[in-house]
């Protein structure tokens, strides 16, 4: 009885070295890439452009080669970018959640930038919470720093179903103005114009619709719907 009891005790405290030695699993690495010329991209390790990750933690090697750009990542609980104006090699330890992340170049955000989804996210938007082609919309930039797209009842645009929009244009401020961007789509105020102007939008795919202030866009003037068939 004795022995047998030795032995289990050896055994266990034998499993126990064997865990404790064993070494921590590395985070998958993530490549961000920004330049030369007007490109931005983040891929996996085979080299694929990132397009969906699993919650957790990753590395990110950061390479900007270009000295009029950067690479800014922004989501839930992350908000990370490299200078502008320096050429860098950073390596970032980021912990993704459920959410959507963007990464653009801070001085052309309009047209270097992309998307990717943590988890799955749901197919089937919540009851009550589409906007339908039947909704005039309200686009409003400024006057202070904020944009914002509401229906006119008030209610914020998150999920749009695919068709033709009334939308109302309220850009109040000769500092900022109203830009849409969607599948097919790609409309805008200019930055001196103040006044009110009413639009037809045809959202023909599911996709994203982003509405920005193009000079203030990576200060926050940004947001975006989906666009669902």
């Known amino acids: 009885m004795r022995r047998a009891l030795l032995l289990s005790i050896a055994a266990v405290a034998g499993s126990l ?43 990110i090697e950061v390479e900007d080669v270009a000295i009029d750009h950067n690479f800014r990542l922004t989501g839930p609980g992350v908000t990370r970018q490299t200078p502008v104006e320096e050429l860098v090699k950073e390596r970032w330890t980021v912990t993704f959640v459920n959410g959507t992340y963007t990464y653009f170049c801070v001085p052309h955000a309009t047209s270097m930038r992309g998307t990717f989804t943590v988890g799955t996210p749901s197919t089937t938007p919540p009851p009550g ?3 339908t082609p039947k909704s005039r919309l309200v686009l409003t930039s400024g006057p202070g720093f904020s944009i914002t797209l509401r229906t006119a009842a008030g209610k914020a645009v998150r999920t749009m179903k695919a ?36 639009w037809r939008l045809r959202l023909a795919r599911a996709g994203t619709l982003r509405f920005l202030c193009d000079p203030h866009a990576a200060q926050g003037m940004r947001g975006s719907a989906r666009i669902v068939r």
Do not use: C, M, W
Request: net charge positive; hydrophobic share 35%; no cysteine.
């Open 129 to 131: 919470n589409v906007v």
């Open 163 to 198: 068709g033709t929009y009334a939308v109302t244009v309220r850009d109040r401020s000769s500092l900022h103005n109203a830009h849409v961007v969607a599948p097919g789509v790609n409309r805008k105020t200019a930055v001196p114009y103040v006044g009110t102007q009413r």
């Open 17 to 59: 070295l064997v865990t404790a030695g064993a070494p921590a699993q590395e985070p998958p690495t993530l490549h961000a890439r920004v330049g030369p010329g007007f490109t931005i991209s983040l891929t996996d390790a085979s080299g694929q452009r990132v397009t969906r990750l699993d919650p957790g933690t990753y590395e």
